[in-house]
């Protein structure tokens, strides 16, 4: 009976340790791993000291008469062997000259190769410079800048092949996050003649912000309804406006008017900012 527990003592142990190592140094299952070849070692040395314990050796000489031991040893310098071999015939030396076939030599005109730099596309504005500037724009905006604030990841994009950085706008306050979160943070498609930008209710530009001369809108949704538009120079008073509809395209802040207004409850609306 205690021959057993102790039997069962010693293979939960090896397994434990064998278990350890592996967790921790966690060993590539290939044989080109020397990681693997180290772990496989490791058990073969763990079980011939556990079942040297079982056996109560005394002296080495006594554990080489052991048939098992005598086995396991042969077995540990047979793989100790292999993985030596294994080592030199896939080390660098030794394939150095089937490393140097894989490359590909030619000829080539260095100056075709490499292009100059085209100097319009280095950053002249570094990210402390732009911080600086979108603060300043983001003060100038009175209808968004008590409820966001211009984040400070400011990153360098190639926009129509010049260097821009650009920061997306985030919450002032958890607080401000609560009372707007439902209509999200203002976001925009722009290129170089056009901004575009989708609204949901009741909206004011001002003509210093606005893009360009040219405002159209173009509903998102089927129908969008009553649109009363003041300020322009074409008016609307509670009108349904559908796709395709022309009434709403083209059109402009009236002379004297420093601010317009798009009103309506129903619908989204595509406000298309031109400047031709």
């Given amino acids: 009976m205690k021959k057993g527990k102790a039997k069962v003592f010693l293979t939960f142990l090896v397994i434990?340790?064998?278990?350890?190592?592996?967790?921790?140094?966690?060993?590539?299952?290939?044989i080109h791993a020397s990681g693997f070849w180290t772990f496989i070692l490791s058990v073969i040395v763990l079980l011939l000291a556990a079942y040297g314990i079982k056996m109560r050796f005394t002296s080495f000489q006594e554990a080489k008469r052991s048939k098992v031991f005598r086995i396991g040893g042969i077995l540990f310098v047979a793989l100790v062997i292999v993985f030596a071999v294994g080592s030199i015939l896939s080390s660098p030396i030794v394939n150095a000259k089937k490393y140097r076939n894989l490359l590909t030599i030619e000829e080539r005109d260095f100056s075709k190769d490499i292009q100059p730099v085209n100097f319009s596309q280095i950053p002249l504005l570094d990210k402390d410079s732009a911080a600086i500037l979108g603060n300043r724009k983001m003060g100038s905006m009175v209808d968004m800048?008590?409820?966001f604030e211009v984040s400070d990841l400011y990153s360098q994009i190639n926009y129509q092949e010049k260097p821009v950085r650009v920061t997306p706008l985030v919450y002032a306050s958890p607080i401000k996050w609560l009372t707007n979160q439902s209509q999200g943070i203002p976001a925009y498609i722009v290129d170089s003649h056009n901004r575009l930008y989708l609204i949901d209710g009741e909206t004011t530009l001002h003509r210093e912000q606005v893009f360009g001369q040219y405002i159209s809108l173009q509903p998102l949704s089927e129908k969008v309804y009553p649109v009363t538009l003041t300020g322009f120079q074409y008016g609307l008073k509670d009108y349904t406006l559908t796709y395709g509809d022309g009434r709403a395209i083209s059109n402009e802040f009236a002379p004297e008017a420093q601010t317009a207004t798009i009103s309506f409850t129903h619908g989204e609306l595509i406000v298309i900012e031109s400047r031709d």
């Fill in 16 to 30: 434990l340790i064998a278990g350890i190592y592996y967790y921790v140094t966690i060993p590539a299952i290939n």
């Fill in 145 to 147: 800048v008590s409820q």
